[in-house]
């Protein structure tokens, strides 16, 4: 990975998902890294949604990467009578409709083009 200009593309849960969501990249082509193996150690009785895992890819792989994770829970999904919500930008898994991620802190929207 370029390590001159990083870009966050994912925020998972624990280390397991992170790591998870590193190996879907690997497989397709996209080097990322989990810059913080030690935040899990250092973050003690913090509940993990509030601090998420940070996965990182270089900033010219950053859309193929977002497109991958978004294919990966289409089809993850696909049998699903409710699609599993969540933010377009950063992957943090949502409970409903928000107009603020409360991970990243990014803008969502939602209307269907």
């Known amino acids: 990975m370029n390590n001159s200009n990083p870009v966050q593309i994912y925020s998972a849960a624990n280390l397991q998902e992170a790591t998870l969501v590193v190996q879907l990249l690997s497989r397709n082509g996209i080097d990322a890294k989990v810059v ?3 935040l899990v150690t250092v973050t003690g009785e913090v509940p993990a949604q509030l601090v998420g895992v940070p996965v ?3 900033a010219e792989d950053e859309q193929k990467a977002r497109d991958v994770i978004a294919a990966f ?3 993850r999904t696909a049998g699903d009578e409710t699609p599993q ?3 377009y930008h950063c ?3 949502l409970a409903e409709q928000v107009e603020t991620c409360p991970s990243c802190g990014a803008t969502l929207d939602w209307e269907e083009e």
């Open 56 to 58: 990182w890819v270089a």
């Open 73 to 75: 829970r289409a089809e």
């Open 85 to 87: 919500l969540f933010c």
């Open 36 to 38: 913080s193996d030690s």
């Open 91 to 93: 992957g943090t898994g």
